[in-house]
């Protein structure tokens, strides 16, 4: 009896302290916006907001939990939204951009979801 009270207590401290490791999450967010000003001539001046001048508007979470044992979990969710009025860049569909979950480990990464082009890799986002 006293054995496997000893085995319990051990087993319950070996999940709590995994249940303590602190997972990485990111916000992050591209904001790009302008105000533009064009005149026509014999016509008055026009002024308005402008949306994603260089770079498309977008925010997102990205993280990554460590599984031990050189393994871990990553995640990323990207979406794209207009700055003049907050709503989505692709009307229903969130999450519309870069949108991933995998595992990575010594023995390489696997990864499912909807990535960038062929510029960007998981390996340079999900980091």
């Not at 995994?18 to 916006?33: K, Q, R």
């Not at 308005?48 to 260089?54: A, P």
């Amino acid at each position: 009896m006293k054995n496997l009270h000893l085995l319990a207590i051990s087993v319950g401290m070996a999940i709590g302290s995994a249940a303590m490791a602190e997972p990485s999450v990111t916000l992050y967010g591209i904001f790009d916006g302008g105000v533009s000003v064009s005149k026509l001539q014999h016509q008055s001046a026009k002024v308005q907001m402008t949306n994603g001048n260089w770079l498309s508007n977008r925010w997102g979470l990205m993280g990554q939990e460590d599984l031990g044992g050189g393994n871990s979990v990553y995640f990323k969710l990207e979406q794209g939204f207009n700055l003049s009025n907050g709503s989505e860049a692709v009307a229903g569909k969130a999450f519309n951009r870069e949108t991933a979950l995998g595992l990575s480990g010594d023995w390489g990464k696997l990864g499912f979801g909807r990535f960038g082009d062929s510029l960007r890799t998981t390996e340079r986002s999900a980091s």
